[in-house]
């Protein structure tokens, strides 16, 4: 046993040796980028000053402020059933494979190895003897080989910080794939129930045209009044059936994206009509800037993607230096079955290093293209803040001006309504033409119409800016480095840390 107690001597001198210099990293001292935050939003905030937004809209899932039980219905809907988000999904399992290969490199690598083979030789073969008969033998060997390659300068270790980062930017995109599908089927179902709303509108409007109609088709037939009068009052009813006909064919398309986005087949899905007025307007908290950067999916994806590119000029660096490997065979060799024989033992053990001398710039463009990577990643960065930012302003102003629209709009229908009632009451007591009825209703069907329009607009630009606020998530809900390895080198699962699973 003294050859094999000087075959792991030498192997363990080897690796001893290697271990106290698998400790560099040639990656630059990571910070993440700066960006300069105002201390408040520009927009004026009166209905928004609550102080602490996830609070909030951590309270539960963030559509649950509209108080809509149908809406929240199809919300957990795209959430199980989203063939787009299932999908995405996907990339984050894929990612931590990918962090799982470049993990395994940490580690030496060990296999099993056996071989059997019988073999002859020919009788005419170079220097055999033509009076012996031809050589027939077996040959059996079994055997363990091991290799290894010390992470010297970094690189292996960067390439799995790459892989890790890149792994929660892949969790975080898909959550921020997740919200942007649950912003379009609430501002779908919002303005589902806006055409509903206007359909009922249309109705109303409809069943007033008919009753004018008919007050001009007995003026008409009693000569108190013009031909031209009927005509105009039939031309209303009719451009206002039209109309209610083009709503109706607009929430038939609107429900079969709502289908979708929730996983149903368009053919069998169905919404029952309902009112937009039993959807709540909410008080969404905005909060102070500074924590909009924890709370937007894409910053922090594009943070992780900064991270990652930072892990990469670590990589693109060592490979400036030598690549060393160490390697070991031991295993045994024989003619017969009688292998575990130290006599019949057969091993090797060795080490290579190789150092890139010439390329013809190889490795400085690859560093250079790292750094060119950092740059941008970094520069991306910066714009999805700056991006964040003018969302949340957008929809804050949004808000507010929607918010004393309505107030005028719903002015508006009293007065036209009040205008139209009039010039009825003047055209039936013979004090005035059609015209003027013809103008009363037209602005009367316009100014409530548009109050319904402002309505719908209100409650999606709430939103879109419980979106711009990033939906209640948190960098907390991210993986962290660690959560992103799928299972442990010896093939034990452990929890992705992220919520995004199946």
């Not at 779908?188 to 069943?207: F, K, M, P, S, V």
């Amino acid at each position: 046993m003294s050859l094999l107690k000087t075959l792991l001597l030498r192997a363990g001198l080897l690796i001893g040796a290697a271990v106290p210099l698998a400790a560099c990293s040639l990656a630059p001292t990571y910070k993440p980028p700066h960006v300069a935050i105002p201390a408040t939003y520009k927009t004026a905030q009166a209905p928004f000053e609550p102080a602490n937004p996830a609070a909030q809209l951590s309270q539960g899932p963030w559509w649950t402020i509209f108080n809509d039980s149908e809406l929240t219905s199809l919300e957990k809907q795209l959430d199980a059933a989203n063939p787009s988000l299932l999908a995405e999904q996907e990339t984050y399992t894929q990612a931590r494979s990918v962090v799982a290969e470049a993990r395994s490199q940490l580690f030496p690598q060990l296999s099993a190895q056996a071989f059997g083979s019988l073999n002859g030789e020919s009788k005419h073969a170079l220097f055999h003897n033509p009076s012996s008969l031809p050589v027939e033998e077996s040959s059996l060997g079994y055997g363990a080989a091991a290799s290894w390659e010390p992470d010297l300068w970094g690189e292996i270790r960067n390439r799995t910080q790459f892989a890790k980062a890149n792994a929660q930017a892949s969790a975080a995109l898909v959550a921020s794939a997740r919200l942007g599908l649950e912003l379009d089927l609430a501002e779908d179902y919002i303005e589902l129930r806006g055409l509903d709303t206007q359909h009922a509108l249309y109705q109303n409007t409809l069943a007033y045209y008919t009753d004018a109609v008919k007050v001009t088709q007995l003026r008409y037939d009693s000569k108190i009044a013009a031909g031209l009068d009927l005509e105009r009052a039939k031309d209303q009813l009719a451009t206002a059936q039209a109309a209610d006909t083009d709503v109706q064919a607009k929430r038939e398309v609107l429900a079969n994206a709502i289908a979708v986005l929730t996983g149903n087949n368009p053919s069998s899905f169905e919404i029952q009509v309902d009112q937009l007025s039993n959807l709540s307007v909410p008080t969404v908290p905005a909060g102070v800037p500074s924590t909009l950067l924890q709370r937007r999916p894409d910053i922090a994806a594009a943070e992780r993607q900064v991270a990652a590119a930072n892990a990469a000029v670590g990589v693109a660096r060592a490979a400036f230096y030598p690549n060393i490997r160490l390697g070991a065979d031991f295993g045994f060799v024989d003619d017969g079955l009688a292998l575990a024989a130290l006599p019949e033992s057969a091993w090797s053990v060795g080490s290579s290093a190789v150092l890139p001398l010439f390329e013809g710039g190889l490795r400085r463009a690859e560093e250079q293209q790292s750094w060119s990577v950092l740059r941008q990643a970094t520069d991306t960065y910066r714009a999805t803040v700056l991006e964040a930012f003018r969302e949340v302003e957008d929809q804050l102003s949004s808000t507010n001006k929607l918010g004393a629209e309505a107030v005028q709009r719903k002015d508006a229908v009293t007065a036209a309504l009040k205008v139209q009632t009039t010039a009825m009451q003047l055209y039936t007591s013979g004090l005035d033409n059609y015209l003027s009825v013809t103008v009363a209703q037209k602005s009367a069907l316009d100014a409530e119409l548009s109050a319904v329009q402002v309505d719908t607009r209100r409650l999606q630009t709430a939103v879109k800016l419980v979106g711009a606020l990033g939906g209640g998530w948190t960098v907390a809900d991210m993986p962290t480095a660690d959560q992103t390895v799928p299972f442990s080198p010896v093939g034990i699962s452990k929890s992705s840390g992220a919520t995004n699973q199946r």
